[in-house]
């Protein structure tokens, strides 16, 4: 596969995943400010943009209507819903011939449901349904991915940007929300802090997954081990790195020429670090570190990505 | 960047003159002369979809369907001049006025969506970044008869063989410059000879594999050709797709009327390139190269990509080393055997032709002259398809094969020579002057659409260069009925057939039928208010 090819993959499957995740943290967010008893509404406002990477330009402003759709509209916004499936859509108009038709008429679909003029209105009428939408429409597109492309090297590269994306995102998420989770203010010991736990676990869609395995007995130290350390849930960080690994060894499988030795123990580093750790030591340790630590490894394996299969030097290559 | 439009060639005429037509109105279908077309066509009744109690049983009648259908002296592709339809156009007439009211457009906007969702659109130059627009699509098809295709078939077939002796002989022993058939200084100053091509061989004497020539139909019925596109004809992607969504939105008619296939042009592209392939490389490892997503004609090279299987490769994907041309992939470098280029000569390899261009691959070229890999259209192609040069095919016909011409060309006036540069200076306000490497519809002038002031300035620029302009009458090219609003109205086409020449010449029965959708224009370029049409061939 051409490396710019799995370049654009890459990309359209990471900005992809990050529009679903501004989409879903953005709907919690407004959601939980329904409930005015809790957190301040500009306390939330910040915790979702710190959790969504401190966006530069984006204050906190009276009009939560007007941050609201700058988070899904406005286009040169580079975590807004807009701009994340415009960079997808490029990427995939770059790569038309490699995904399937049925996959670029229905990311094609989402694009131009963003820019109708119906969106906006639409937003104004029900921003649930309207970001609800926007949610099918990626969903949809993932769907029929896994279902009419080859799952061969570059639907492998679609796997390894959604799962990066995803944990980064989480592990970013988490390291916002971890303060307030367990040092909650005297307050917030009614139903309100139970209201902020399942939004945080809304946040991942994990609420009922949650519920499956610890019942809806919501406690942090759960919360924090079922979004890190669970190996069958998709929205979990352990579950993620396990994906991404499973899919450098496919691509490994179908090419093989070269072997990513640093790739593969930066890989196994992380993937050994979630799998056998417990969530007493991480409480006990720092907790915050542990999660930041996390995400420097997720950079880390980006970069080694982009040195394997993207940006290798010729004489390298030649030499093979 | 500067990349070649999709549609390059530029057709202009006078506007009709609507004071002076007399509107020939069909009152009675059973008017029209019994047709001796083989299947006449059950009227396709039933929408697919149910409609609206609103629109239910209200046909459009024919009256209004033609209400205002002007003939003049330009041949009507669906009327012959005393009004009465041509017989293989009877089934189509008979099924749209057997539609209810609204269902034409209704299957007209389900079409525009299924463009749209496809993101079958070009980019629009000299606008927003990234302004996209669906290709304008007529819904009724171009006919054209066995017999006509016949003919365009063999002319075409003639007219590449000669094109491509020419160039395999302009490029090495030059003999019809030797024999003045063609003066000399006309090849030597033409913009697109290529004299790094000079003694090369080609694989197979192959130069130009894939060709779109532009046809228009006078008013005799008679096809001509306009312009060659020898470099990097685009459009075929429309082709196919206004095929498809043609065959969803008339099922019934389309099976009707026994239409020849084109579905299969992808695959006979990907035979013709493997056919060239340098000797030695039985899995021939075939890409296409594109300018890349901001390229007007992008759409196409993806579907094209797509439907032969093979990779989209942009020349940051390539790499030479001891001439030899690799792409860059995940898994280290790979060779590649045979280039289909959609990237002009001048933007392809920055060491050989333009410096400043990074669209193209550092040292292809050598490569290509090692004979290590093969790009096709040839280099140097373009020279053919100067206009200048286009005046003498008929003479290249007769000298390379002995054969009358079967396509005629459009006179054209060489305004190097002195007498007809007079007459053309003379008569400037009649004639179409052109300048002989440009397209899509620049550098033009419209003699009977111009001002005073721009003759003026032809005219200096003319006499200044002469070997850089040629002069047409201006054509009456025919029409074609075209949906417009709830009614139909004639609109100017042309012809675009694709060719295909590897082992041996191949052309799909149609083409893309290209249709000036504002009324009275002659402009059928996508840039300007063109739009297309799918086109029968009949069987």
């Excluded at chain 1, 596969?1 to 995943?17: I, K, N, P, Q, T």
């Excluded at chain 2, 009724?140 to 077939?157: F, K, M, Q, S, V």
């Excluded at chain 2, 290590?372 to 003479?395: H, Q, S």
């Amino acid at each position: 596969m051409l490396s710019r090819v799995a370049d654009s993959l890459y990309w359209m499957s990471r900005y992809l995943e990050r529009a679903e995740n501004t989409v879903r943290q953005l709907d919690v967010t407004m959601s939980l400010m329904l409930d005015t008893g809790g957190a301040s509404d500009e306390l939330r406002w910040k915790r979702l943009l710190a959790s969504l990477g401190k966006p530069d330009g984006m204050e906190w402003s009276d009009s939560l209507d007007a941050m609201a759709r700058s988070l899904v509209f406005d286009s040169l916004n580079p975590i807004s819903v807009t701009f994340c499936i415009n960079g997808a859509r490029e990427n995939a108009r770059q790569v038309r011939e490699e995904i399937s038709s049925e996959q670029w008429q229905r990311l094609n679909r989402l694009f131009h449901q963003m820019h109708s003029p119906h969106a906006q209105a639409q937003f104004s009428a029900s921003i649930n349904d309207a970001l609800a939408s926007v949610v099918d429409g990626i969903h949809l597109f993932q769907g029929v991915g896994d279902s009419t492309m080859i799952h061969g090297q570059g639907w492998q590269f679609i796997r390894l940007g959604r799962y990066l994306e995803r944990a980064y995102a989480t592990a970013t998420m988490l390291e916002v929300y971890q303060k307030e989770l367990f040092n909650p203010q005297e307050r917030d010991h009614s139903g309100y802090q139970y209201l902020e736990m399942v939004g945080l676990l809304r946040c991942c869609t994990a609420f009922e997954a949650y519920c499956q395995v610890y019942t809806a007995d919501v406690l942090p130290d759960r919360i924090l081990e079922f979004l890190l350390l669970n190996r069958d849930f998709p929205h979990a960080i352990r579950y993620c790195v396990d994906t991404i690994r499973s899919a450098i060894d496919s691509i490994q499988n179908t090419g093989g020429r070269r072997s990513p030795e640093e790739l593969t123990a930066g890989i196994g580093r992380l993937h050994a670090m979630l799998g056998y750790t417990t969530i007493g030591e991480i409480l006990n340790g720092d907790t915050a570190a542990f999660l930041h630590d996390i995400r420097e490894q997720c950079l880390r394996i980006h970069e080694l990505i982009y040195r394997y299969y993207v940006h290798y030097s010729i004489q390298s290559a030649l030499a093979v | 960047m500067a990349a070649p439009f999709p549609f390059a060639a530029g057709l202009w005429m006078p506007p009709f003159p609507h004071a002076s037509l007399t509107p020939h109105v069909v009152k009675k279908l059973n008017n029209g002369q019994p047709g001796n077309h083989p299947s006449p066509a059950a009227p396709e009744r039933v929408p697919a979809i149910p409609r609206s109690p609103m629109s239910a049983g209200h046909s459009v009648e024919l009256e209004t369907l033609f209400g205002d259908y002007p003939l003049d002296h330009a041949y009507d592709e669906m009327r012959e001049a005393n009004g009465v339809l041509r017989p293989h156009y009877r089934a189509l007439a008979e099924t749209i006025a057997g539609l209810p009211a609204d269902e034409l457009q209704r299957r007209k906007q389900s079409a525009d969506i299924s463009f749209l969702t496809q993101g079958i659109t070009f980019t629009v130059y000299g606008r927003d970044e990234g302004t996209e627009r669906i290709f304008p699509y007529d819904l009724l098809p171009r006919l054209i008869t066995a017999a006509e295709w016949d003919r365009i078939e063999r002319g075409l077939t003639q007219r590449i063989t000669a094109l491509n002796l020419f160039l395999r002989d302009v490029y090495s022993d030059a003999k019809i410059l030797a024999d003045r058939v063609i003066p000399r200084d006309l090849v030597y100053s033409c913009k697109h000879y290529r004299r790094q091509m000079r003694g090369l061989q080609v694989p197979r004497n192959v130069y130009i594999a894939v060709v779109g020539s532009d046809l228009l139909r006078l008013n005799t019925g008679e096809f001509v050709v306009l312009e060659d596109n020898l470099r990097v004809p685009s459009g075929v992607s429309y082709m196919l797709t206004n095929r498809r969504v043609m065959k969803r939105t008339f099922p019934q008619l389309f099976q009707s009327y026994g239409v020849r296939p084109i579905e299969h042009y992808a695959q006979l592209l990907l035979a013709t390139l493997r056919s060239l392939a340098p000797e030695g490389r039985p899995e021939p490892n075939i890409v296409l190269l594109t300018p890349g997503v901001f390229n007007s004609a992008y759409f196409e090279h993806t579907y094209l990509a797509r439907q032969m299987g093979i990779d989209l490769v942009e020349g940051r994907d390539l790499v030479t080393h001891d001439n030899i041309v690799y792409m860059r992939t995940t898994d280290g470098l790979k060779r590649v055997d045979v280039i289909y280029r959609r990237v002009d000569d001048d933007f392809s390899d920055p060491l050989v032709f333009r410096g400043d261009s990074a669209l193209g691959c550092a040292g292809l070229f050598n490569a290509y002259r090692a004979g290590n890999v093969t790009v096709t259209n040839a280099f140097g192609t373009g020279l053919a398809d100067d206009k200048a040069v286009y005046a003498y095919v008929p003479r290249m016909i007769r000298y390379y094969l002995d054969e009358d011409p079967i396509l005629p060309n459009v006179e054209t006036y060489l305004l190097s020579e002195d007498k007809e540069r007079q007459h053309v200076l003379a008569n400037l306000e009649k004639l179409v002057v052109k300048a002989v490497g440009e397209s899509g519809g620049y550098g033009m002038l419209i003699g009977p659409q111009s001002t005073a002031k721009q003759r003026e300035e032809f005219a200096r620029q003319i006499e200044a260069n002469p070997r850089n302009y040629i002069a047409q009458p201006t054509l009456d090219f025919s029409r074609a009925p075209c949906l417009i609003g709830n009614h139909l109205e004639p609109r100017h086409v042309d012809l675009r057939p694709y060719v295909l020449f590897g082992d041996k010449v191949n052309i799909v029965p149609g083409g893309l039928t290209r249709v000036a959708l504002e009324k009275g224009s002659l402009v059928v370029n996508s840039s300007q208010g063109g739009g297309s049409k799918d086109t029968w061939v009949l069987e």
